[in-house]
């Protein structure tokens, strides 16, 4: 069963306010639920209706804490989604550890990405292409926002976010280390030689990406247009880029 | 002014039965509403705040039919948009037409694409790569769909769309056009040499592409993985793939 108290303090853990001073994000839903379960994210509590527990109980009863069950209109009640029949969870958020970047290493630095579904699906396509690290600017928003979480679709436990300065991050690391930014008039993405190592910047959805962090771009990358719309969306950004620096 | 029986028929535009029976839809903000009036769009109504009107004001007077200024309470109360400080207009559908591909050109065929966001990206992303024409399964959400409309960014002015039974309509391609189609297990497409002309294929968002159609897919591709996510969204997948057949 699931007690008033923990229903109001689940609820609170919407607000980004409530996630730094309990330390807490919530995860919803059977896919993202089940990623976080095999995951090294430190469990706190975990509800499920009957017929979750059914589909996974040999796998639930081997976890840390105990399941509770609880109907579906318990769980749609204290978590943020209008339809789960399957599971919530809340777990300890990671703190906000600096990242370092290996010598063959890609990373994403995010330059005030406020939308939570566009920074779920940059994690989500960040994943595919094998990128984990992603270092964002102090606007950007809140990777333990629930939308963010259920964008991410199970990724958000193999990425590792920092939010930091940017224009400091950037100042700090090696000369030699390539800074990529999508920009109006860059090279064509599809001549591109990528360097072994580096950043991919990727800018605000409306403004692009900032004076301040523009001046530290190195290689100015464009992806062409064969059309008539003006852009395209962070996300899809993010994805071209990708594909392109993997191929 | 605006007056009430007005609100009343704007608001029944958000539903696909009442654009069907009107054969009219609705176009929110600014930029989507100053691309809808430089397109061949029929406009029925137009509706604008003073300062829209002022910014505009040599333009919106060359239009047919007469602008009406209003404030934004007004707009956001006939629209679908919670804030929208700038224009909304009302326009005449298109009808149905079936679309004719050239010999060397591509379109798109959506297989049951159900969400409205994913259906105006993948619009959005076309144009950006060139792509104006899209056959959709009777199942794909309404074009006309505010939602659509919306995520499109103005591209929705330059795309044809034609709902019809993919299955029939694949049938009646020469045999000669390929159908590319993503699939699990198909050939990478960092690899692909894209033929002249050619039809692709997008799957509906949770089940892909449906049986019926994928045994008439001629060519299956796939997006590399250098991850651990299991899947990228529809409009994710669009976008990697026009960027590989564009390159």
Same mark, same amino acid.
């Given at each position: 069963?699931?007690?008033?108290?923990?229903?109001?303090?689940?609820?609170?853990?919407?607000?980004?306010?409530?996630?730094?001073?309990?330390?807490?994000?919530?995860?919803?839903?059977?896919?993202?639920?089940?990623?976080?379960?095999?995951?090294?994210?430190?469990?706190?509590?975990?509800?499920?209706?009957?017929?979750?527990?059914?589909?996974?109980?040999?796998?639930?009863?081997?976890?840390?804490?105990?399941?509770?069950?609880?109907?579906?209109?318990?769980?749609?009640?204290?978590?943020?989604?209008?339809?789960?029949?399957?599971?919530?969870?809340?777990?300890?958020?990671?703190?906000?550890?600096?990242?370092?970047?290996?010598?063959?290493?890609?990373?994403?630095?995010?330059?005030?990405?406020?939308?939570? $579904? /566009?920074?779920?699906?940059? @994690?989500?396509? =960040?994943?595919?292409?094998? %990128?984990?690290?992603? #270092?964002?600017?102090? *606007?950007?928003?809140?990777?333990?926002?629930?939308?963010?979480?259920?964008?991410?679709?199970?990724?958000?436990?193999?990425?590792?976010?920092?939010?930091?300065?940017?224009?400091?991050?950037?100042?700090?690391?090696?000369?030699?280390?390539?800074?990529?930014?999508?920009?109006?008039?860059?090279?064509?993405?599809?001549?591109?030689?990528?360097?072994?190592?580096?950043?991919?910047?990727? $800018? /605000?959805?409306?403004?692009? @990406?900032?004076? =301040?962090?523009?001046?530290? %771009?190195?290689?100015? #990358?464009?992806?062409? *247009?064969?059309?008539?719309?003006?852009?395209?969306?962070?996300?899809?950004?993010?994805?071209?880029?990708?594909?392109?620096?993997?191929?």
């Amino acid at each position: 069963m699931i007690t008033k108290n923990q229903i109001k303090y689940i609820n609170s853990l919407q607000q980004k306010k409530f996630r730094s001073e309990h330390q807490s994000f919530i995860v919803e839903g059977a896919k993202s639920v089940l990623e976080l379960l095999k995951s090294d994210f430190e469990l706190e509590l975990l509800f499920v209706t009957q017929e979750f527990f059914n589909n996974y109980e040999e796998f639930l009863e081997k976890l840390p804490i105990q399941s509770e069950i609880i109907n579906q209109q318990e769980l749609e009640k204290a978590g943020s989604y209008s339809s789960n029949n399957a599971a919530l969870a809340v777990a300890k958020t990671k703190g906000n550890h600096e990242l370092l970047v290996g010598e063959n290493e890609y990373a994403l630095i995010l330059d005030d990405i406020r939308d939570p $579904g /566009n920074l779920g699906t940059i @994690i989500r396509v =960040g994943d595919w292409y094998g %990128i984990h690290k992603i #270092i964002c600017s102090h *606007s950007t928003v809140d990777f333990y926002n629930p939308k963010v979480i259920a964008a991410t679709m199970g990724s958000f436990t193999r990425t590792n976010l920092y939010y930091t300065d940017l224009e400091v991050f950037i100042q700090q690391q090696q000369q030699s280390t390539p800074i990529y930014g999508t920009l109006l008039n860059g090279n064509n993405i599809h001549q591109t030689k990528f360097a072994k190592a580096g950043y991919i910047v990727i $800018g /605000n959805e409306a403004n692009g @990406i900032s004076e =301040g962090v523009e001046k530290l %771009i190195t290689d100015k #990358i464009t992806i062409p *247009s064969f059309g008539g719309a003006e852009s395209l969306n962070a996300g899809i950004a993010t994805a071209v880029v990708l594909d392109n620096l993997r191929r």
